[in-house]
């Protein structure tokens, strides 16, 4: 069975830091584009950013970049967002996926 | 940056209807687009995949096409369990807005 699990959220005040993590299982994780996509409270999905199987290219919505690094540990079947200078803009479910599968979300609240 | 725009926003339909959603890429994506189903809570789930195949499970009366810069979704007789918001994807990039498909 494929499972994807985040964990990492919380209550953060602006300016905090957060790292997210996803562990997979089921599925040939080292062989697959793995991606962070978020939603906001009452609003749509929005990719975040994504990462090769190597690790070897990153892609970052312009929102984000600067302030969120994308990473992963194959040898872990992990998948990683560090996220910096968090706004209360940033608040939301934060997905890990990879098509067709996605974890269950963590919640990231950015408030004082 | 690709953008994504879907139409309609919203859309009132009942059971048994054919409803249509458009999703259009700011550039051509080829045949690069998902569509997905998302309920109340949920992760979104995987409908369609390279604008046209039927992901696995999904019924059949799920149906998607397009190339380029504009791309359907179709659903050819709405069922109850269909009422739900549906999202296009530039693969692993941007999503459209989405569209709410409610109960008429």
């Known amino acids: 069975e494929v499972q994807l699990v985040e964990s990492g959220g919380g209550l953060v005040q602006p300016g905090g830091s957060l790292r997210l993590s996803c562990a997979a299982s089921?599925?040939?994780?080292?062989?697959?584009?793995m991606s962070w996509v978020r939603q906001a409270p009452g609003k749509g999905l929005e990719w975040v950013a994504n990462?090769?199987?190597?690790?070897?290219?990153?892609y970052y919505v312009d929102s984000v970049k600067g302030r969120f690094t994308i990473s992963r540990d194959n040898a872990k079947k992990s998948l990683y967002l560090q996220m910096n200078s968090l706004r209360a803009e940033d608040t939301a479910v934060y997905y890990c996926?990879?098509?067709?599968?996605w974890g269950q979300g963590t919640l990231v609240i950015v408030s004082s | 940056d690709i953008q994504m725009t879907q139409s309609p926003s919203t859309l009132s339909a009942s059971v048994g209807d054919r409803v249509t959603i458009t999703c259009r890429a700011s550039?051509?994506?080829?045949?690069?687009l998902a569509w997905y189903q998302q309920k109340p809570g949920k992760a979104p789930k995987l409908l369609i995949y390279?604008?046209?195949s039927l992901q696995s499970g999904v019924p059949s009366r799920f149906s998607g096409s397009g190339s380029g810069t504009e791309f359907t979704l179709t659903i050819s007789s709405l069922q109850p369990d269909d009422f739900a918001t549906y999202y296009c994807?530039?693969?692993?990039?941007?999503f459209g807005p989405g569209t709410k498909v409610d109960i008429k």
């Open positions: 550039q051509n994506i080829n045949n690069w």
């Open positions: 994807q530039h693969y692993n990039y941007y």
């Open positions: 990462i090769k199987q190597d690790g070897s290219e990153k």
């Open positions: 996926a990879s098509s067709p599968y």
């Open positions: 390279q604008a046209s």
């Open positions: 089921g599925f040939t994780f080292g062989s697959a584009w």
